[in-house]
């Protein structure tokens, strides 16, 4: 079982930036690949960053130059740097690990509001 909190969301005003972190525990050494993925209302899901265990990074084109996800393993946690945020940013950011043998684990969720 691996455990994923969150923190880092709020409010920020179009053109900010935020991090988001997410702390990790539980059988860490299983986790292959973590990644952050949004949910806007009436949206589905998306991907925004990924990282594989070897540190290899991919964003879609829509955050692509102003998100940058990084992992610190001595804490095991990841970050999502967000800059020049905009209003279409707006949505729940969930923290995503991939679990050799388990399959996807979610963290609870942080809400990240862009908006003047």
């Known amino acids: 079982q691996v455990q994923l909190v969150e923190s880092g969301g709020g409010l920020v005003q179009p053109g900010g930036s935020l991090r988001l972190a997410c702390a990790a525990s539980g059988t860490i050494a299983s986790i292959y690949a973590m990644g952050w993925y949004r949910q806007a209302p009436g949206k589905q899901r998306e991907l925004v960053a990924g990282?594989?265990?070897?540190?290899?990074?991919n964003y879609p084109d829509s955050v692509k130059g102003r998100f940058t996800i990084s992992r610190d393993n001595a804490k095991n946690t990841v970050y999502l740097q967000m800059n020049s945020l905009k209003a279409e940013d707006t949505a729940v950011y969930y923290c995503?690990?991939?679990?050799?043998?388990?399959?996807?684990?979610w963290g609870k969720g942080t809400l990240v509001t862009v908006s003047s």
């Open positions: 995503n690990a991939k679990v050799l043998g388990a399959g996807d684990f």
């Open positions: 990282i594989s265990s070897s540190g290899s990074t």
